[in-house]
């Protein structure tokens, strides 16, 4: 495997440009009778979002269980249905969510009675009904997620009667059956105690390994995982334990957080896989309490969950410039440098909203600052495409993707080359376009079932790199 490892770091300074605007609140939601931990005092956690016939919905994790809360009027947030967690009380801490096809995956951390549980929402805003509530492949699990185009669930720091997983794989083509198919803690170079998160997309792992690092890996054999990439806490700046991140549509740039008091987050360059870097730092006001939780990344922008910070939303469009443009302080809690306040961010929703949840406030619903471009996943028309692989900005297009046999390309800007590149750095193909084409289309089918990268050259001198799939 060729080393990735050996990449010149660009140490930049956290960038501030100008004053960020404060987001505008919408709706709020709170039920003052749900207790908080004995932790943290935290009585919510995770925040997910769903929709369903034309209405939209907030999904948060409580002490109690999971609350499905209606935000298609986010001036009056109504809570439509509530299912009790195998665990609930003071002792529960996290909780976490995903979604495939009209299913919601719900997860807890704590707690011998905890359990997978699979709720069907197809018959919201009426009710919400548990189909699959059970141990039988593990008891607790810290995160979820599941890759969409392969109904692969991936979960994270496994527990159950079994023993101890860093990392578990399951086959849920039924969605209310699902299948085991292996627990992994190596990777590359990092034998990992737990993945504490992971982002994936069409079987490649973004896997955040805690104190050990940080690894890419390929599940396409999960008999035979291969790592692409990994990044151990001496190989790259203001290291701590490596938490949660998330990828851009367009599979270029991944905002990466540690989740350490004083550690800013890392925004890192995929764009040319001969020189992996990191090309810039996220942080909020330097503080040696900041602490960031949770980054998702939409479109353009990368919304954070930040603790006592609140939510802070960063154009990431220049990997090299990365620029905090909005927040809201959620938290009225002074930074004692422990953990409360925001904990997650949901941006995904059809009509551009974004949610956010309060480890002690509960639900805020706030107004969009760009338009949605990855809300392929709904209830209404199910689609094979997870929402993070949506492929379209405003003057570019590369579908289908996944692909099988054609690729095609459409620009408002002339094409004059595009070059096929594998995961691993490999130029496969290049291709010069004599003749200007703003519309073309390449033959995939000789190559290989894999992740590759396409890279787009214009006319006018810009490149732009968006990633694949390729289907045998």
């Not at 956290?14 to 943290?40: C, E, F, N, T």
């Not at 609930?88 to 951390?109: E, F, K, T």
């Not at 603790?307 to 939303?313: A, K, L, R």
């Not at 302080?329 to 974004?354: D, L």
Request: charged residues 20%; negative net charge.
């Amino acid at each position: 495997m060729r080393n990735f490892n050996t990449f010149v770091f660009l140490i930049l300074a956290i960038r501030l440009m100008g004053q960020p605007d404060q987001l505008k609140l919408l709706g709020h939601w709170r039920d003052s009778s749900i207790v908080g931990s004995s932790a943290y005092n935290n009585a919510f956690n995770e925040v997910w979002g769903i929709w369903n016939k034309g209405r939209e919905y907030a999904v948060i994790g409580s002490t109690y269980g999971t609350h499905f809360i209606d935000i298609t009027d986010p001036g009056k947030p109504i809570e439509v249905a509530r299912v009790a967690g195998g665990t609930s009380g003071p002792q529960v801490i996290h909780r976490d969510y995903d979604d495939y096809q009209c299913y919601l995956y719900a997860v807890c951390d704590e707690g011998s009675r905890s359990s997978l549980q699979i709720i069907d929402f197809s018959q919201l805003p009426q009710k919400v009904t548990v189909v699959y509530d059970s141990n039988e492949h593990f008891i607790r699990s810290h995160n979820i997620y599941i890759d969409i185009p392969k109904a692969r669930l991936y979960t994270c720091a496994e527990g159950g009667a079994n023993g101890f997983f860093a990392l578990g794989l399951y086959d849920i083509s039924d969605p209310v059956k699902p299948q085991f198919i292996g627990h992994y803690n190596r990777f590359g170079g990092i034998t990992a105690g737990h993945v504490h998160d992971a982002f994936v997309r069409n079987d490649t792992a973004y896997l955040n390994c805690g104190n050990d690092g940080f690894a890419i890996v390929d599940f396409r054999d999960p008999a035979l995982p291969r790592t692409l990439y990994t990044l151990k806490p001496t190989e790259y700046p203001f290291p701590g334990y490596n938490h949660s991140g998330w990828l851009t549509p367009d599979g270029s740039k991944y905002v990466m957080a540690d989740e350490t008091h004083g550690a800013p987050m890392k925004l890192i360059d995929f764009s040319d896989w001969d020189d992996v870097r990191i090309s810039g730092l996220l942080g909020v006001n330097r503080s040696k309490l900041e602490i960031p939780h949770n980054p998702l990344v939409s479109c353009d922008y990368a919304y954070v969950a930040y603790y006592y910070d609140g939510v802070q939303v960063y154009d990431i469009r220049n990997p090299d410039a990365p620029e905090r443009k909005y927040y809201y302080p959620t938290s009225k809690i002074a930074n004692k440098g422990s953990y409360e306040g925001a904990w997650g961010v949901y941006p995904f929703f059809p009509s551009g909203r974004i949610a956010v949840a309060d480890m002690q406030d509960g639900l805020f619903i706030f107004e969009g600052v760009e338009q949605p471009c990855n809300t392929v996943r709904s209830c209404d028309q199910i689609s094979q495409t997870d929402h993070a692989t949506s492929q379209i900005d405003s003057d570019l297009l590369i579908s289908p993707n996944p692909v099988r046999d054609l690729i095609q390309i459409r620009s408002i800007k002339s094409i004059i080359k595009v070059e096929i590149i594998q995961a691993q750095g490999q130029l496969l193909k290049s291709i010069q376009y004599p003749v200007r084409s703003e519309v073309l289309e390449i033959d995939a089918s000789s190559f290989h079932q894999g992740l590759y990268f396409v890279r787009i050259y214009s006319e006018d001198g810009s490149r732009k790199v968006r990633q694949i799939h390729i289907l045998d």
